[in-house]
């Protein structure tokens, strides 16, 4: 296929690097020049603009930081929506609110555009091997045409339901995530009040059963606030706010009230 590609950070050039490998015609846009580097001197075309892709491409992935962003690059100036072909799908990868990608996908059709919930985990090295989880919320038929596209970047492909359907389950996975690792604080809390070693201690918690990739996050970097400080925070702090506007008092919030003590990490 001839797909774009907007979005080039730490999950979103291995992404487009996956589809160039996998042999589809890659069209790439980027805010920042210093994101295209790794790709000049490809076979890769890079756009000027999100317009200039126009009916070149028969897919566009987009990979940026929030829905400011996305809406950005679709109806922006010289955004998407000016010159892709009718019934072009747009995966958004990006991690948004549920509300906010509906908003989206509404937009779109006035364009007479197709966008798919698309949002991913797995971090950089799943990425890089095509092993990400995509977390997919849309129409059927528009994922049918991406399937090869799809395939190149993920193992694990699941459909959950209409548009906002992906964006819910990422952000209950990610609120999740920075609740294990506070959880991980406590349990380092308990050791030392019970005299047991901490290096020891850790060495067990990474390799036992209760053993899990935040923990291990939070435990290699020594403290939640390593973690909210390094590139994983702002995207954990921004997915933990989005699902307590979502989630309000309803069941589950005992899961926000422990997530939250990881943005207190970021924001003392």
């Given amino acids: 296929m001839k797909v774009g590609f907007i979005g080039l950070g730490s999950m979103g050039l291995p ?5 160039q490998n996998a042999g589809h015609e890659l069209t790439v846009y980027a805010r920042r020049a210093a994101s295209l580097e790794p790709l000049r001197g490809t076979n890769a075309t890079i756009a000027a ?3 200039a892709m126009g009916t070149a491409v028969d897919a566009v992935g987009i990979c940026v930081f929030d829905a400011a962003g996305v809406e950005e690059v679709m109806f922006g100036p010289a955004g998407l929506a000016e010159t ?12 948004v609110s549920p509300t906010q990608i509906r908003s989206i996908a509404e937009r779109a059709t006035t364009h007479q555009l197709r966008v798919l919930d698309a949002p991913v985990s797995g971090g950089a090295p799943r990425a890089q091997t095509g092993e990400l989880t995509i977390m997919i919320g849309g129409d059927t038929a528009a994922l049918t045409d991406v399937n090869d596209l799809l395939s190149a970047l993920s193992n694990h492909v699941v459909h959950l339901g209409a548009i906002g359907a992906g964006s819910h389950a990422k952000l209950i996975n990610n609120t999740l ?5 506070t959880l991980t604080d406590d349990a380092m809390k308990a050791g030392t009040a019970l005299g047991v070693d901490p290096a020891g201690l850790a060495a067990v918690l990474m390799t036992s059963s209760s053993a899990c990739i935040a923990s291990g996050l939070r435990l290699r970097a020594g403290s939640t606030a390593t973690v909210a400080a390094s590139p994983a925070g702002p995207p954990l702090v921004k997915d933990v706010h989005l699902m307590t506007q979502l989630l309000g008092n309803a069941p589950g919030r005992e899961l926000i009230d ?3 003590r990881f943005t207190t990490a970021a924001h003392p």
């Fill in 84 to 95: 892709l072909r009718p019934g072009t799908v747009i995966l958004v990868h990006s991690t």
């Fill in 49 to 51: 603009t999100p317009a």
């Fill in 177 to 181: 995530f920075a609740a294990q690792i």
């Fill in 258 to 260: 422990v997530a939250h």
């Fill in 15 to 19: 992404m487009a690097e996956r589809l």
